[in-house]
């Protein structure tokens, strides 16, 4: 079965400080899609950042950038300048080449906390 | 731009009752859409996704059911609830509707069944 892992259930990290969030996942396909998805406390969830596995450049989106290896099966989430609108749950996803329509699948979450 | 929105935002039911929550797209045509079910501590789960109307493919099976009466517009159903319905709804749209398309979701709806 394919599966995500995120070892973290819980972070925090001091605001303006650097919060790196780990993920793994088991896969034997070679292509694939992976996702991060932030949940704050409204519930809905929003798409943070998306990286193409054949890409070997890791995805950037302002003061988020990903750390992705492929060979370890790794795709870690690292959020700079932590702001307290960051506080939120974090989850990773990933879609596999030939999977369904709808085959996302995610992992259980990291739940971050930026104090003030 | 694109907007989804589901209704209600809350809902309580007792058990053996039904159910129908909504979930509407503005801004596209003929999306894909998904209907995810987010257990307390857990990540999502897929429970239905729609490519047009009238076509449903459901990845879980259970006492659920969705349907797709328009372009834009997926409702998700139950004749009767179990507690185990419980959680939160989500309802998410795609556009590209192929491989890896990225899914924006709704607010959700969070359903308590006593």
């Known amino acids: 079965a394919q599966t995500v892992t995120q070892s973290q259930p819980e972070m925090s990290v001091q605001e303006a400080e650097t919060v790196t969030l780990s993920c793994t996942y088991d896969t034997s396909e070679s292509n694939y899609y992976l996702f991060w998805y932030k949940q704050p406390p409204s519930r809905q969830m929003i798409l943070v950042i998306r990286q193409e596995a054949y890409k070997q450049q890791n995805a950037t989106e302002n003061r988020f950038s990903v750390n992705f290896q492929k060979a370890a099966k790794s795709f870690s989430l690292k959020i700079s300048d932590s702001q307290l609108g960051d506080t939120a749950m974090y989850f990773c996803a990933f879609w596999p080449y030939g999977g369904s329509q709808g085959n996302l699948i995610f992992g259980k979450g990291t739940k971050l906390s930026v104090k003030p | 731009s694109q907007t989804i929105h589901q209704w209600p935002a809350t809902l309580v039911q007792p058990v053996g009752s039904p159910l129908s929550l909504e979930c509407t797209v503005e801004?596209?045509?003929?999306?894909?859409l998904y209907w995810y079910r987010q257990a307390a501590g857990r990540g999502l789960q897929l429970l239905f996704y729609s490519v047009g109307i009238g076509q449903i493919s459901s990845e879980v099976p259970q006492n659920l059911s969705a349907s797709r009466p328009q372009d834009r517009q997926f409702i998700l159903s139950s004749k009767k609830l179990l507690l185990s319905d419980s959680g939160f709804y989500l309802c998410?749209?795609?556009?590209?509707?192929?491989?890896?398309?990225?899914?924006?979701f709704g607010p959700g709806t969070r359903l308590t069944v006593l």
């Open positions: 801004g596209t045509s003929n999306p894909n």
């Open positions: 998410a749209w795609g556009l590209e509707g192929g491989w890896g398309d990225t899914q924006y």
